[in-house]
Structures are given as C-alpha cells and as structure tokens.
Nanobody, 115 residues
Framework: QVQLVESGGGLVQPGGSLRLSCAAS????????MGWYRQAPGKQRELVAT???????NYADFVKGRFTISRDNGENTVYLQMNTLKPEDTAVYCC?????????WGQGTQVTVSS
C-alpha cells in the first residue's frame, strides 16, 4: 500500500522553479509534521524543510529565501515551491511524514538542475 505519493520533480535550468507535491494516504492518522528531505549522489540525506499542523515552518539554511513549504491539512498534502534553483539543488527529494504512531517516507522524486 502506497502511503505517500510524490510528484513534481524533473529537469530545470538554473534559476528556474519547480513545485513538489506529496499526498499522504487517508489511512495515516494524527499527522503532526510533514516535510521534505533530499539526498544527492554520494552525500548524506539532509533536511530541506518541515511544517507542522499549525503551520510552523523550519528551513535548512541553504534554501531559505528560495524554497517555500506549505500544506493542506484537509487533503493531507504538503508542497515545496522551489525557486531560483541551483545546480547544487540536484538531488532526490523525499517526502516525510511524522505521525503520532510512526514516521513515513516517500519513494523520492528526482530534481535535476542543469543547463
């Protein structure tokens, strides 16, 4: 059973924008935090941004001012608007959900920033 469905990745030129979406299954209850992590080839997974049910956000320093995280609590969906993308943003972006009972991870969506 697929718990998290991600979409929106792709190839974009430097300076461009992409919007990622992650829809969590209705079977996931008591969601608290939703967010995004990323992993580039040969690097460790790193936090990109998170958002709580109440709308409190947290961003990695390297995306502040460029990325915006938002969520639709009614639809169990989290979004990541990525602007002014740089080649170093190239990575697999994974959706993350923290509920009262356990954590969930998406399969990941590839984001490639290249000219």
């Amino acid at each position: 059973q697929v718990q998290l469905v991600e979409s929106g990745g792709g190839l974009v030129q430097p300076g461009g924008s992409l919007r990622l979406s992650c829809a969590a299954s209705r079977s996931i209850f008591s969601i608290n935090v939703m967010g995004w992590y990323r992993q580039a080839p040969g690097k460790q997974r790193e936090l990109v941004a998170t958002i709580t049910t109440g709308g409190r956000t947290n961003y990695a320093d390297f995306v502040k001012g460029r990325f915006t995280i938002s969520r639709d609590n009614g639809e169990n969906t989290v979004y990541l608007q990525m602007n002014t993308l740089k080649p170093e943003d190239t990575a697999v972006y994974c959706c993350y959900v923290h509920s009262m009972f356990r954590d969930y991870w998406g399969q990941g969506t590839q984001v490639t920033v290249s000219s």
